[in-house]
T-cell receptor
Framework: AQSVAQPEDQVNVAEGNPLTVKCTYSVSGNPYLFWYVQYPNRGLQFLLKYITGDNLVKGSYGFEAEFNKSQTSFHLKKPSALVSDSALYFCAVRDGGDAGNMLTFGGGTRLMVKP | DTGVSQNPRHKITKRGQNVTFRCDPISEHNRLYWYRQTLGQGPEFLTYFQNEAQLEKSRLLSDRFSAERPKGSFSTLEIQRTEQGDSAMYLC???????????FGQGTRLTVV
């Protein structure tokens, strides 16, 4: 079975400061890891993914994430937060391979960026 | 717009009624997924189609739920004899073989009163 933990329900950061949203995972095989963002009353928007290769992956809107196999983590980061980054962020995992794309999501972390 | 489209966006129904939702995936995507998201939670997988074949069903998908994807294009999700616990956002996503990320629609919010 695969699982994802997002230990923080909410992260508060001042505009212009760096942000980190934490994610740890558990999967039996090689992990495929994803970050999605959700704005109010909207669906999920893809931000970035880790499949293989460099541990630091870059995505949309200046976000990046670092894969750490030994710590089974995939934390989302941004060097300088914007007020418009305020939203709900979800980390997701699936087992590698081509068995489908069934994702297991974490419970989400609300990011609040204050001006 | 060539994204995933879901209709209706909102549905309010009385307990015991049947409801049906529609999802139109991105046209070249052969894989289609349904997820359910309750307030304050992450999405939970319900079912997966590859073309017209339903290849995976979650234990969350009780016998009151049925999904179809005739001809491997759009999909419908029907809930029979709705219960208040069915109130949630129902999300559809699609992906193509070799494209590992799924793209989500805006969801259908169901309220059972």
């Amino acid at each position: 079975a695969q699982s994802v933990a997002q230990p923080e329900d909410q992260v508060n950061v001042a505009e212009g400061n760096p942000l980190t949203v934490k994610c740890t995972y558990s999967v039996s095989g090689n992990p495929y890891l994803f970050w999605y963002v959700q704005y109010p009353n909207r669906g999920l928007q893809f931000l970035l993914k880790y499949i293989t290769g460099d541990n630091l992956v870059k995505g949309s809107y200046g976000f990046e994430a670092e894969f750490n196999k030994s710590q089974t983590s995939f934390h989302l980061k941004k060097p300088s937060a914007l007020v418009s980054d305020s939203a709900l962020y979800f980390c997701a995992v699936r087992d590698g391979g081509d068995a489908g794309n069934m994702l297991t999501f974490g419970g989400g972390t609300r990011l609040m960026v204050k001006p | 717009d060539t994204g995933v489209s879901q209709n209706p966006r909102h549905k309010i129904t009385k307990r015991g009624q049947n409801v049906t939702f529609r999802c139109d995936p991105i046209s070249e995507h052969n894989r289609l997924y349904w997820y359910r998201q309750t307030l304050g939670q992450g999405p939970e997988f319900l079912t997966y189609f590859q073309n017209e074949a339903q290849l995976e069903k979650s234990r969350l998908l009780s016998d009151r739920f049925s999904a179809e994807r005739p001809k491997g294009s759009f999909s419908t999700l029907e809930i029979q004899r709705t219960e208040q616990g069915d109130s949630a956002m129902y999300l559809c996503a699609s992906s193509s073989r070799g494209n590992t990320e799924a793209f989500f629609g805006q969801g259908t919010r169901l309220t059972v009163v």
